[in-house]
C-alpha cells in the first residue's frame, strides 16, 4: 500500500496531466492514504479488541465508516470492538416480540458525488472509462489500479534526468530562515485539515460535546427515544435566548459529566465524590446553582485541595469556589483520593469499598446512580422553570400546584425513598411503549402544568389512545420540545430529560 501511495504521489509530480488524470490520480493518493490508515487502525485497535474483548464496551468510533451485515455474530463482535455497525435483519425474524425504537427509511448517499468530472477550462464533461462492473471483490480492486512497479519509477527518472538540464544547486538556508521556514511549516500543518482526529488529542470530551445530543454511552442508562427525537427536533428549530433569567447552573451535577472523563481513576473519583455529598446535598438548596465547572472541579477533587488550594492561576481559582461552595458540607478529613472517611460509598443499600488508590464502582451501580441523577436533575429543572413562569400560581395555590406537578411522577421521591431500591419497572415518563396508561397520563400531567406557562401559539394538545400512531407520537413530541424550547430560552441550555429505567 505504501508503494502505491508514493507511485501515485511520484506520477502526480513527475507527469504532465489533463485535469480529468489530476483528478484521478489526487484520488487514487486519498484513496491509498486512508487504506493505510485504515489497516494501522484495524492491526492496532480493532484487531486486538476482536481478539479480547473488554468491558465496558467501548464507544463507537465516528471518524470510522463502519459495515453493514446480516451475521448477528459478525455485528456483535464489531459492537464490542468499538466499530460502527448496523445488522441488517429479514423481515422473517422481526416478529411480534421485538421492541422496534423506530423505523428508519433508508435514503440514497446524495452526498456522494455522482456528477462526471469537469473540465474547469472548457466546462464539458469528461466521463472515465469504464473498467469494471461487478460486485465488490478482489477482481474489482485488480480492475480498477495500476501498479507501478519500482523499475518504472526508476526508468522515469533516468529520462528526467538526460532531458533536463542541470540546474545550480541552491545553498542550505541560514539558521534564521530555516527555523522560520519549520514554523511556517507547523502553522500549515495545524491549519490542514486532517483525514480524522486523533484520539489522543481529543482532550476532555465534555468539553467537546453537543448538550443537545442526549449522550448514549455504555455506562449510562438507555435513552428515551422519544426525548431524543425532541432535543433534535428543539435544537433544529431553537432561537436565541430572549429571556435567560434563571441562569445556567445545574442543582445536581449532569450525569454525562460522570462518564466523559477518559480515564477510569477520574471517572471513579467523580462517582465516589458525589455519592459522599449526595446525603448531604439533598436537603440542600444553593441559590444560583453551581455551574458545570464547579461541579467538575469538586467531583475530582481531593481533601488535600481544601487544605492547600492553589491560587493565582484561572484553574485554581475554580476549584477554590467550588470547595467555598460546596465543601462546607463535606466532612473534615485530612487526606485521601476521595471525600469518603473509611473509603466505602453507600447508595440505596449498597455499599462499596473503594480501592485507596484507583477508585472505582461497579457498572450495574454507576448506571443505578446516573439514572437517579438524570431524574434528580429532571425533576429540579422542571421545578424550578414551573415556579420562574408562574409564580403567581405558587403563590395563590401552592398546594394544588404541587399536587399538579408530583402527578407527574410516580412518587414525590424517586423509588419512595432516599435508601430504599429503584423501581423495578418503568413508569411515567420513562416508558417505552407510547400506549402505557402510566406514561399518556404523566405526559398529559406535565401538559397541563405548562399550559400556565408564557407562550406564543396555542397550547399542545393532550393525547391519548384513540389516536393514530402517527397523531399520538406527534402529540407527545410537541408536548416535549415546548418544555425543551421553554427551558432553553430562559436558560441557555438544553435541559437534562428522562432515560429509561435500567433492567
Not at 75 to 104: C, K, Q, Y
Not at 165 to 171: G, I, K, L, V, Y
Not at 475 to 481: A, D, E, K, V, W
Amino acid at each position: 500500500m505504501m508503494q502505491q501511495v508514493r507511485s501515485s504521489l511520484n506520477h502526480i509530480d513527475r507527469y504532465p496531466l489533463s485535469w480529468r488524470d489530476i483528478v484521478a490520480c489526487v484520488a487514487e493518493f486519498q484513496r491509498g492514504v486512508l487504506e493505510c490508515l485504515a489497516y494501522m487502525d484495524y492491526y492496532q485497535v480493532i484487531f486486538p479488541r476482536c481478539e479480547k474483548p473488554s468491558f465496558p464496551f467501548p464507544e463507537f468510533n465516528q471518524y470510522w465508516m463502519g459495515a453493514f451485515t446480516t451475521d448477528h455474530q459478525i455485528a456483535e463482535m464489531l459492537f464490542r470492538a468499538g466499530v460502527p455497525v448496523w445488522f441488517v435483519r429479514h423481515d422473517d425474524t422481526v416478529n411480534n416480540s421485538t421492541i422496534i425504537n423506530d423505523i428508519v427509511l433508508a435514503h440514497p448517499p446524495r452526498g456522494i458525488v455522482q456528477a462526471m468530472y469537469t473540465d474547469p477550462a472548457t466546462g464539458t464533461p469528461k466521463p472515465f472509462p469504464l473498467r469494471y462492473v461487478g460486485t465488490d471483490a478482489p477482481s474489482r480492486q485488480r480492475a480498477c489500479r495500476h501498479h507501478y512497479k519500482p523499475e518504472e519509477m526508476e526508468a522515469h527518472a533516468i529520462f528526467v534526468s538526460r532531458v533536463e538540464p542541470d540546474q545550480e544547486t541552491p545553498s542550505l538556508p541560514s539558521p534564521q530562515s530555516a527555523e522560520e521556514s519549520r514554523k511556517e511549516h507547523r502553522k500549515d500543518r495545524a491549519n490542514s485539515v486532517q483525514p480524522y482526529r486523533m484520539l489522543r488529542n481529543r482532550g476532555n470530551v465534555q468539553e467537546n460535546r453537543s448538550k443537545w445530543i442526549d449522550l448514549n454511552h455504555p455506562l449510562m442508562p438507555l435513552r428515551h427515544i422519544l426525548w431524543v427525537e425532541a432535543l433534535a427536533s428543539a435544537k433544529s428549530q431553537k432561537k436565541d435566548v430572549s429571556q435567560a433569567g434563571m441562569g445556567a447552573g445545574y442543582l445536581f451535577p449532569e450525569p454525562a459529566s460522570f462518564v466523559t472523563p477518559q480515564s477510569a481513576d477520574t471517572r471513579g473519583r467523580y462517582l465516589a465524590n458525589w455519592l459522599v455529598l449526595r446525603p448531604l446535598w439533598l436537603g440542600t438548596r444553593k441559590v444560583p446553582p453551581p455551574l458545570p465547572k464547579h461541579w467538575r472541579a469538586f467531583l475530582s477533587s481531593r481533601p488535600q485541595d481544601a487544605r492547600n488550594p492553589s491560587t493565582g492561576t484561572h484553574t485554581g481559582e475554580i476549584y477554590k469556589s467550588a470547595l467555598d461552595f460546596i465543601g462546607d458540607i463535606l466532612p473534615d478529613i485530612a487526606q485521601g483520593d476521595t471525600w469518603s472517611k473509611d473509603n466505602k460509598v453507600s447508595f440505596r443499600g449498597t455499599t462499596v469499598l473503594l480501592n485507596p488508590t484507583t477508585p472505582a464502582l461497579p457498572d450495574r451501580l454507576v448506571q443505578d446512580v446516573l439514572w437517579e441523577l438524570s431524574e434528580l436533575c429532571f425533576r429540579a429543572e422542571l421545578l424550578s422553570l414551573d415556579k420562574f413562569l408562574a409564580p403567581a400560581k405558587w403563590a395563590d395555590e401552592p398546594l394544588q400546584r404541587e399536587e399538579l406537578y408530583d402527578s407527574i411522577f410516580e412518587s414525590p421521591i424517586i423509588g419512595g425513598s432516599w435508601d430504599g431500591p429503584l423501581p423495578e419497572r418503568s413508569f411515567g415518563l420513562h416508558h417505552d411503549d407510547l400506549h402505557d396508561a402510566t406514561f399518556l397520563a404523566s405526559v398529559n400531567s406535565l401538559r397541563h402544568l405548562m399550559t400556565a406557562w408564557p407562550r406564543d401559539g396555542p397550547p399542545p394538545v393532550p393525547v391519548d389512545n384513540s389516536m393514530s400512531e402517527g397523531r399520538l407520537k406527534h402529540g407527545i413530541l410537541q408536548i416535549m420540545r415546548f418544555y425543551v424550547r421553554r427551558f432553553f430560552c430562559h436558560t441557555g441550555r438544553p435541559p437534562v430529560v428522562p432515560r429509561s429505567l435500567p433492567a
